[in-house]
């Protein structure tokens, strides 16, 4: 089943091209957005909105490659499918080293685009889970006072209360109360729990930094 709030971007400067995709797609039951630039899908695509990028590898102005790379420069996690009218092989093993779903010759058969809008889809859906539970677990650690957060680099680093309180110039027994305090903020109740917590955001020991 298609998500309703996914949508399918279609770059190419071929009017027809559009037509003949976005007409396709839709029949498959998929909302379609249509751009006849590069730049055109950068001004008006909102990257926080469920979507892939199904583009055009030779364009006018910025081409497919330099279009993924802004993309990534701008951290938009977005699913991109590439078609292309002439095979080019260096191309496609860049495209597909810097993250494209795939890469299709024109004119591209129904059953392969489908297949390829599928795993993107696939793909947007499980980065987007990952990326709220990253939120939400930096919305967690937000609510830590710098107290709490000195303990928690301790505690992911394996120092025990007793070193932890020699470390920071305090008793074991105030380390207690932080470490308490600070793993019932997070919703955790064991030091496994709370380093594979941690670990999901790329927590290192030390954090925060001086």
């Known amino acids: 089943m298609v998500a309703a709030d996914f949508?399918?971007?279609?770059?190419?400067?071929?009017?027809?091209?559009?037509?003949?995709?976005s007409r396709l797609l839709q029949t498959a039951g998929y909302k379609t957005k249509t751009f006849s630039s590069?730049?055109?899908?950068?001004?008006g695509h909102d990257p926080s909105a469920p979507g892939c990028a199904v583009l055009d590898l030779s364009?006018?102005?910025l081409d497919g490659l330099e279009l993924q790379q802004k993309l990534t420069q701008q951290e938009a996690d977005r699913p991109i499918i590439f078609l292309t009218a002439h095979g080019n092989i260096a191309k496609s093993v860049k495209a597909m080293r810097a993250g494209a779903i795939d890469f299709l010759l024109k004119p591209v058969k129904r059953a392969d685009l489908l297949q390829a809008v599928k795993r993107?889809?696939?793909q947007d859906k499980v980065a987007r889970r990952a990326d709220a539970e990253r939120k939400a677990i930096h919305a967690l650690l937000e609510k830590l006072?710098?107290?709490?957060?000195?303990?928690?680099t301790h505690v992911i680093a394996g120092r025990?209360?007793?070193q932890i309180a020699g470390d920071l110039g305090t008793v074991e027994k105030t380390i207690?109360?932080?470490?308490?305090?600070?793993?019932?903020?997070?919703g955790v109740r064991t030091v496994a729990e709370l380093v594979r917590l941690t670990e999901k955001v790329s927590l290192q020991p030390g954090w925060p930094s001086p």
């Open 59 to 61: 364009m006018p102005g």
């Open 176 to 186: 207690k109360v932080h470490r308490s305090r600070m793993m019932a903020k997070i």
């Open 120 to 122: 993107a889809s696939d």
């Open 160 to 162: 025990l209360n007793k």
């Open 7 to 21: 949508a399918v971007y279609l770059i190419d400067d071929d009017p027809g091209v559009l037509k003949a995709l």
């Open 38 to 43: 590069s730049q055109a899908f950068l001004d």
């Open 145 to 152: 006072t710098p107290r709490e957060r000195e303990v928690l």
